[in-house]
């Protein structure tokens, strides 16, 4: 990592043990290194307990939510290189890019949260916004219809999915103004034309 970044991990695995924080000092390359040598997880080479882990998910969480997206971005990588199986870590990497303004780091990063997290329709949704920033309607029109996909009849996500019917509709009329006319495997495809049906009451 690079320098900055390290002395952002390093204060703040201090801030959670005096312990670590010995043990960052001496680089958390080295102890990545050594890790790897030694075949053990970067949570145990830290010296960082599952408790840890979370104070600094919830220490990088806080710097998002007050807008210090770089300062957060730092953690979440770190967070990342001690878990890269948590979906929740590259979720907040994915944001703080997002929120940078860095729509091709932020698509890549959901793309991985997807992967990690393959029963969530959320990185598809988010990501369709990256590429809407970048007016690629198309890309956006295809991360929706993932997104759709993946909410299938869940009820929690119900409200995310309606959202995304409305949204490839308008999309899809953004980039015919465009382009002209929509290729035909987006023109077709059964998402698109459920989109169209009128929605069935719940009762």
Do not use: W
Request: charged share 25%; hydrophobic share 35%; glycine share 6%.
């Amino acid at each position: 990592m690079k320098g900055e970044q390290k002395e952002q991990a390093k204060k703040a695995i201090e801030s959670l043990g005096t312990g670590v924080g010995k043990s960052s000092g001496k680089g958390i390359s080295k102890l990545s290194k050594d890790a790897l040598m030694q075949q053990m997880l970067p949570k145990n080479a830290l010296g960082l307990s599952d408790a840890m882990v979370e104070g600094l998910y919830s220490q990088a969480y806080r710097l998002y939510n007050t807008g210090k997206y770089k300062d957060a971005s730092q953690l979440f990588r770190l967070l990342i290189m001690i878990d890269s199986s948590e979906a929740k870590f590259s979720m907040g990497l994915a944001a703080c890019f997002h929120m940078m303004k860095e729509y091709s780091n932020a698509i890549s990063t959901y793309s991985l949260c997807g992967i990690i997290d393959p029963g969530s329709p959320i990185p598809h949704y988010h990501a369709s916004d990256c590429y809407i920033q970048m007016k690629d309607f198309l890309s956006a029109i295809i991360s929706l219809e993932m997104a759709i996909k993946r909410a299938g009849e869940k009820p929690e996500y119900q409200s995310l999915k309606d959202r995304a019917l409305m949204t490839i509709e308008s999309l899809k009329k953004e980039a015919e103004k465009l382009s002209g006319e929509l290729p035909e495997s987006v023109k077709n495809s059964p998402l698109a034309k459920f989109a169209k049906e009128p929605k069935k009451k719940i009762n």
